[in-house]
């Protein structure tokens, strides 16, 4: 679903005006990435079987693998949920604010993504997705597609661009630890 800028679309229950790009929701669509927009695509292996399916959903629903990472997550919501907003925070300085836009929680797939709102440095919507496959293998997907917003994410560049892939792959072996010493107890 796009959305027209200045307008006040709803989409569930979020007004789609307040994102800070047209291609609201996006990160559904396999491979797809706007124009004028960065891709990202990330996958983890972060262990086998049903257990390890439910605890990496868990810590992903809950903030638990955001906070693991060294994020601040600032949200009333106590879960990912549809419309939720939260607040990253990088070393207590870089704040970004994002609206929860799409969940998924099916069998075997679980995730949700969220998209960027004002004052985030950058613009675009990032997918956190874990799938067991047919054989019990649980993997974490990060997707996603930005551009930048601010003066100091443009003056970054490329280095930008690869501290976000820098973050998806920590995000997958934060997640395979806390999956694995959840195991051990």
Request: hydrophobic share 40%.
């Amino acid at each position: 679903m796009k959305a027209t800028p200045g307008a006040a679309l709803r989409w569930g229950l979020m007004s789609l005006a307040d994102f800070t790009y047209e291609d609201v929701g996006a990160t559904r669509k396999a491979g797809h990435c706007p124009e004028g927009f960065h891709p990202l695509h990330v996958r983890t292996r972060i262990g086998e079987g049903e257990e390890v399916f439910r605890r990496a959903s868990r810590a992903l629903f809950s903030w638990e693998m955001h906070r693991a990472v060294g994020l601040g997550i600032t949200t009333d919501a106590e879960r990912a949920t549809e419309g939720a907003d939260v607040t990253v925070t990088l070393g207590g300085v870089l704040k970004a604010p994002c609206r929860v836009v799409w969940t998924l929680e099916e069998s075997r797939s679980t995730g949700w993504a969220y998209g960027t709102l004002p004052g985030h440095p950058e613009c675009g919507e990032e997918a956190f997705v874990i799938n067991r496959t047919g054989d019990g293998t649980v993997w974490l997907t990060i997707t996603a597609f930005s551009r930048p917003a601010k003066w100091y994410t443009r003056a970054g560049g490329p280095a930008a661009r690869g501290l976000q892939h820098a973050y998806a792959r920590r995000c997958g072996a934060v997640l395979r630890k806390l999956c694995a010493a959840e195991e051990e107890l």
